[in-house]
């Protein structure tokens, strides 16, 4: 369903919540069963509007993960998202356990600082400061909104 993220956001303004991510699009394509997509850059997109790096499913894995981690850097943020280990009423969003425990070894490995949404607050301005306009990027989204209140 499409929802104007831009609406959502400034709803989410209003009851007081700090960050909220979005999907991988309009930046890139959403296969619905794992994706790719864009590092959030605290300089670029507004913090009801976070950008996914990556999601797992089906049609992602280990390479996936390794390019969403090296997508972290110049002060951009690889944001992660994991339904379910394993959803088993999602399968396009699930992930088996041993693929999942690989990739938290690696996170591990690469001294990665692996943060719930609220604590984003340590690094960058959230909603209610930000000097950043409520906007949407070019294109449109066609992947879910997660919100995080503070």
């Given at each position: 369903m ?6 959502v956001a400034?709803?989410?303004l209003?009851d007081g ?10 930046e890139?394509?959403d ?8 590092a959030?850059d605290p300089q670029?997109?507004?913090p009801?509007?976070i ?6 499913g089906?049609?992602?894995g280990?390479?996936?993960?390794v390019?969403?981690v090296?997508q972290?850097?110049?002060g ?9 280990v394993?959803?088993p009423r999602?399968p396009?969003?699930?992930?088996e356990?041993e ?20 604590d ?18 070019q ?12």
């Open positions: 499409f929802r104007d993220s831009v609406a400034q709803v989410l209003k919540y700090w960050f909220a991510r979005r999907g991988v699009t309009p890139f394509p296969s619905d069963e794992g994706a790719r997509g864009p959030y670029r997109h507004y009801l509007l950008p996914i790096t990556g999601y797992a089906p049609k992602w280990m390479q996936d993960l390019w969403a090296s972290a850097k110049n951009k943020i690889a944001v992660l998202n994991f339904h379910g394993p959803y999602a396009w969003v699930s992930v356990p693929d999942f425990a690989r990739y938290m070894d690696y996170l591990r490995d690469q001294k990665c600082t692996v943060i719930a949404m609220r984003l607050v340590k690094y960058v301005k959230p909603a209610p400061i930000t000097k950043l306009p409520l906007r949407r990027e294109g449109s989204y066609s992947s879910g909104t997660t919100y995080q209140k503070h």
